[in-house]
Every structure is written in structure tokens, then in C-alpha cells.
Nanobody
Framework: QVQLVESGGGSVQAGGSLRLSCAAS????????MGWFRQAPGKGREGVAA?????????YYADSVKGRYTISQDNAKNTVYLHMNSLKPEDTAMYYC???????????????????WGQGTQVTVSS
């Protein structure tokens, strides 16, 4: 079982930045796909970024956030981050991190591909 705890959400003005953190409860995070997802009111959950934490894998981004968001990790802290820059009002959503143990270095942005989920952290961007 993996417990994920997100933090770092908040309210910012358009053009601002935030860094979300996702702390995981197990060292098994070293062979895991970690993803960040978001869900706005009335909309489905969408993947925004993902990475393989075991090294040798790529990072994956939704087209809507490419060039603005960066996913990174600190294995010593069992933590994955989502650095969000140039935020737009349409980025407003509840953001979730998720994890799945995998032998593949390719990670998906599809929510159904993940097993463990955090409770979410709210990001609100005002114009």
C-alpha cells in the first residue's frame, strides 16, 4: 500500500508560479510511474505530467502544460514535484498525484493506469 500526500496548492494571479509536492510513504517509489492529474469543476480528470522514478525514463506532459510545467523528483525524500509556471485561469483545478508500480519506464497520462491516489490540493488562478 502506498500513501501519497500532496501539498503546495494555493491561489495565485495569472502569470504566477506554484510548486506542488507529493510525498510517498514507501521506498518502492524508485520503480514507479508517478503522475500529476487535475480535475476542474464539471470536468473529467486529466493527466498533466508523469515520470518514471527509477531513472532512465522520460517525462510526459499534456499539450496544455508543455513548456510551463515541470515534473521532478527527490528520491531521498520520496517526493515528486510539479513546478507550475506562467499559470493561467484555465489551470484552476484540484490537483492529484498518483502512482503505480511498474517495470516499464514508459508512463501514461491516463488516470485509469494508476492505482494509488492522494487526496488532492487546490490550485486557483485568478485573472
Amino acid at each position: 500500500q502506498v500513501q501519497l500526500v500532496e501539498s503546495g496548492g494555493g491561489s495565485v494571479q495569472a502569470g504566477g508560479s506554484l510548486r506542488l509536492s507529493c510525498a510517498a510513504s514507501t521506498y518502492s517509489m524508485r520503480t514507479t510511474c508517478m503522475g500529476w492529474f487535475r480535475q476542474a469543476p464539471g470536468k473529467g480528470r486529466e493527466g498533466v505530467a508523469a515520470m518514471y522514478t527509477g531513472g532512465g525514463g522520460s517525462t510526459y506532459y499534456a499539450d496544455s502544460v508543455k513548456g510551463r510545467y515541470t515534473i521532478s523528483q527527490d528520491n531521498a525524500k520520496n517526493t515528486v514535484y510539479l513546478h507550475m509556471n506562467s499559470l493561467k485561469p484555465e489551470d484552476t483545478a484540484m490537483y492529484y498525484c498518483a502512482a503505480v508500480f511498474t517495470a516499464s519506464v514508459r508512463c501514461s497520462l491516463v488516470p485509469s493506469g494508476y492505482i494509488y491516489w492522494g487526496q488532492g490540493t487546490q490550485v486557483t488562478v485568478s485573472s
